[in-house]
């Protein structure tokens, strides 16, 4: 069974300033998809970033970049100029591609804190 | 509608009772999928759903749980006898179907069995 791990239950972040949330996973799968999901206290759970395992480059939206390291298992997230609306419960999660149906496995989650 | 929607957002319940969460995906979307997510964890699979069928449903933890979706769009989660354990928040979510296709999540249902 595939598991996720979030190690860091908690970070902060001052306004402005780049901040990196990590993640390792374990699969023996090779066709896989990982993503990154925000939580806000209003429990809705947002897509940031997705990358697919046969990708070699780094997923990148806006702020948002990820480093997809395939052979050591780690899938950090890269989050730049930091707002205080970033402030939220991230999750990692891993999909298998060999299924056809998604079911995600969460991580922990890392409660990120942005001071203005 | 504009989003995946739960209702209630909140449902307070005694120990013994008997419970049904809602779900109304986006529309048009095939695939609906039920989470639990207790208290500072990461949402734990419970079901998926492709149309009407139940695709898998290895996460369910007992057979207290049943889910169900007649009409391949709006699906209801029940929970037999339900038990303080099964306090959580109950995050639906749908998506296109397609291979590792972003799931669009519902704001959840808190349930609390005092």
């Known amino acids: 069974a595939q598991t996720v791990t979030q190690s860091q239950p908690e970070m902060s972040v001052q306004e402005a300033e780049t901040v990196t949330l990590s993640c390792t996973y374990d699969?023996?799968?090779?066709?896989?998809?990982l993503f990154w999901y925000k939580q806000p206290p209003s429990r809705q759970m947002i897509l940031v970033i997705r990358?697919?395992?046969?990708?070699?480059q780094n997923a990148t939206e806006n702020r948002f970049s990820v480093n997809f390291q395939k052979a050591a298992k780690s899938f950090s997230l890269k989050i730049s100029d930091s707002q205080l609306g970033d402030a939220a419960m991230y999750f990692c999660?891993?999909?298998?591609?060999?299924?056809?149906?998604?079911?995600?496995?969460f991580g922990q989650g890392t409660i990120l804190t942005v001071h203005p | 509608g504009a989003g995946v929607s739960q209702t209630p957002s909140n449902k307070v319940t005694e120990k013994g009772k008997y419970v049904e969460l809602r779900c109304d995906p986006i529309?048009?979307?095939?695939?609906l999928y039920w989470y639990r997510q207790s208290l500072g964890q990461g949402p734990e699979f419970l079901i998926y759903?492709?149309?009407?069928?139940?695709?898998?449903d290895s996460g369910l933890p007992n057979d207290r749980f049943f889910a169900v979706r007649p009409e391949g769009s709006v699906s209801t989660l029940k929970i037999q006898r339900t038990e303080r354990g099964d306090s959580a928040v109950y995050l639906c979510?749908?998506?296109?179907?397609?291979?590792?296709?972003?799931?669009?999540f519902g704001p959840g249902t808190r349930l609390t069995v005092l």
């Open positions: 759903f492709q149309g009407t069928g139940a695709a898998d």
């Open positions: 979510a749908s998506s296109s179907g397609l291979v590792a296709s972003e799931q669009f």
């Open positions: 699969t023996s799968e090779s066709d896989y998809y």
């Open positions: 999660a891993y999909t298998s591609g060999g299924t056809s149906y998604g079911k995600l496995t």
């Open positions: 529309s048009g979307h095939t695939a």
């Open positions: 990358q697919e395992a046969y990708k070699q």
